[in-house]
């Protein structure tokens, strides 16, 4: 069983920056991965970006150079450092992982708001 809690959404002004950040209590699991996904009204959930144990990284054309996903030492923490925001990067941001039975979870989505 994997809890997720995500915390740093908010509204900012086109240009500037957040920071989400997500905490996974995992009981009885290992986690692969971690990373974040968002969802616009009427669009399906789509990958924002992802980062593994290895600390590899993938990440949206549309984020690249912009945003930077990142973890703690122990790996149940993901981070993502959003910058130069623009209003197409509205939306509800949910955290994920990925257990090392190939489950994933999701967190609650915090929002996140770029006014244009």
């Known amino acids: 069983q994997v809890r997720l809690v995500e915390s740093g959404g908010g509204e900012v002004q086109a240009g500037g920056s957040l920071r989400l950040s997500c905490a996974a209590s995992a009981i009885g699991s290992a986690i692969v991965a971690m990373g974040w996904y968002r969802q616009t009204p009427g669009k399906q959930r789509s990958l924002v970006a992802t980062?593994?144990?290895?600390?590899?990284?993938d990440y949206d054309d549309s984020v690249k150079g912009r945003f930077t996903v990142s973890r703690n030492k122990v790996g149940n923490t993901v981070y993502l450092q959003m910058n130069s925001l623009k209003p197409e990067d509205t939306g509800v941001y949910y955290c994920?992982?990925?257990?090392?039975?190939?489950?994933?979870?999701w967190g609650q989505g915090t929002q996140v708001t770029v006014p244009s």
């Open positions: 980062i593994n144990i290895a600390k590899d990284t």
């Open positions: 994920y992982c990925r257990t090392h039975l190939q489950r994933d979870y």
